[in-house]
């Protein structure tokens, strides 16, 4: 059975949202990201950019919509540190970020209007970010950020199914504490895509050549080389 895709809001895209609720939430989320393989699918996607691509200077990744992500901060390529730049809309999100890593670059943006000039950033990362936009809204972010970046883009999302609906919901009742996760767990996947729908969002993205990669548990790799 195929779910048809929400698109009912879930309570982390409320911004009013800016006390200890969110900093619970994205703490269980990064711990959802390391034990459900979300990590490893945004580094699979690093490495195939880093293979196609030739970094000059130290590699600028722009994470928007980055909640409380640390992904970045200890990675490296080809031996060196990249400099990350973490963008989300909430306040709060932002600090935590900061609060975790103080030496970090936090902006503190609308995805929709990001205050970057074009191919100012060598690599722009989204991961479960992309869910929470209607299709028409998601392409028109993806056109910005086609611009912005000069070597590519990798987005980390969700794949929607019926089996990944139970298993977020059985995981989320059994371990989260946190009301917004175990709301807005089950939504995400009800929110996430099937390769048809990604298809039809990317192939209005001009100078970027998009793969599809199918990942566990549950996601979808898209990553783009700039042509």
Known sequence: MLLKRSYAKEIIDDLSITDERLDLALHELQVINFFLGGNSVSRAGLSAINRACTFKNTPL????????????????????????????????????????????????????????????????HASLFFHHFKEEDMAAVLRQCSLIARHGIIINDLRRSVFALMGIKILTQLFSKSRMVKNDGPLSVRRGFIKSELMAILSGIKQCRFHIRRKWAFRWLIYCIKE
């Open 61 to 124: 990744i722009l994470d928007i919509g980055s909640g409380g992500s640390d992904l970045f901060f200890k990675m490296k390529i080809k031996g060196r540190n990249v400099e990350p730049i973490s963008a989300d809309m909430n306040i709060r999100a932002c600090r935590y970020t900061k609060l975790l890593h103080p030496e970090a670059k936090v902006v503190c943006c609308d995805a929709q209007r990001l205050p970057f000039k074009e191919n100012i950033i060598d690599i722009i």
